[in-house]
């Protein structure tokens, strides 16, 4: 199982390229996927990604997003 604490920040391009490398090496996957489903190295344009949604999100005060 993977540890999903810590540290949340995208990575910068350099330490993506560190990490891409060391992924590829190991034979481990991202998350990320290309067209056809294999695994995919950290995308470049990652830290300009903008979620699509449909609608706004309208939280209620005091309760979590997710």
Known sequence: MTDVT???TIPTPAEREKLNAAL???GTETGFW???GRPAAWPDDIDRWQPETSEPATDQPGTQPF
């Open 6 to 8: 810590g540290d949340h």
């Open 24 to 26: 590829a090496a190991t």
């Open 34 to 36: 290309d067209r056809h």
